[in-house]
């Protein structure tokens, strides 16, 4: 192929978005004709890879939408230490049904049993399926949505969050609320039932939920 025709299709990929394609087309050439396979072949070879980057640059874009403080994996999260935990829950959760679902999940536990571990593995396996996932702190989103308000943004910022198929917000309880903050956050998780999935993490009894928001009415 002369240089000019090699130019005129590195431009013609780069229009399409096949970033792929431009990068492995040619030593693909070069290897499948060393092996005799003919261009049917060779083309689904190369769209293959096409799909798996793309794939795989999907994932990452999701990871860092969703902000969350560290990426970590169910896999990584040693059991053994938290006999209680139903690991087969965990795993069936992981396949993001409950998503799907637009069901909500609840972790409680004192602190450093591992609850933000596997509420970032949930994140993480829900990333890996295409979602748009969001991680907050409670006392973080209760922030921001204060700032929103104050600067007259808070519808928008709310939309925001009902974007997210699945939001975590971790530590509730954690910090103590203000009203009017408590008021927000219970706003939040309104707007998003049976409209999107929320995993909250508590160190507190649910019992106790009412500390957080102040009123028994919320």
Request: net charge positive; with cysteine; charged share 30%.
């Amino acid at each position: 192929m002369t240089e000019a025709p090699q130019i005129l299709l590195a431009h013609h990929l780069k229009v399409l978005r096949l970033p792929t394609f431009l990068r492995e087309y040619d030593k693909l050439a070069r290897q499948c004709a060393a092996e005799g396979v003919d261009h049917v072949r060779y083309l689904i070879r190369l769209t293959e890879l096409e799909l798996i980057d793309r794939e795989r640059r999907m994932v990452e874009r999701r990871i860092k939408q969703a902000k969350f403080p560290a990426v970590k994996s169910l896999d990584s999260f040693n059991y053994k230490t938290l006999p209680s935990l139903n690991k087969m829950l965990v795993v069936d959760l992981a396949r993001c049904e409950y998503v799907e679902r637009r069901e909500n999940v609840i972790a409680l536990g004192n602190s450093g049993t591992g609850k933000t571990h596997i509420a970032l593995g949930l994140g993480l396996a829900a990333c890996q399926k295409g979602l748009a996932v969001g991680f907050t702190t409670a006392a973080a989103l209760v922030h921001e949505l204060m700032e929103a308000r104050d600067e007259k943004r808070l519808l928008r910022f709310q939309k925001q969050l009902a974007n997210y198929r699945l939001l975590i917000i971790d530590e509730l309880g954690f910090v103590p609320l203000s009203k009017t903050g408590a008021e927000l956050l219970f706003e939040v998780f309104s707007q998003r039932y049976e409209r999107g999935s929320t995993i909250v993490t508590s160190n507190l009894p649910f019992d106790e939920w009412t500390e957080v928001f102040g009123s028994e009415r919320l």
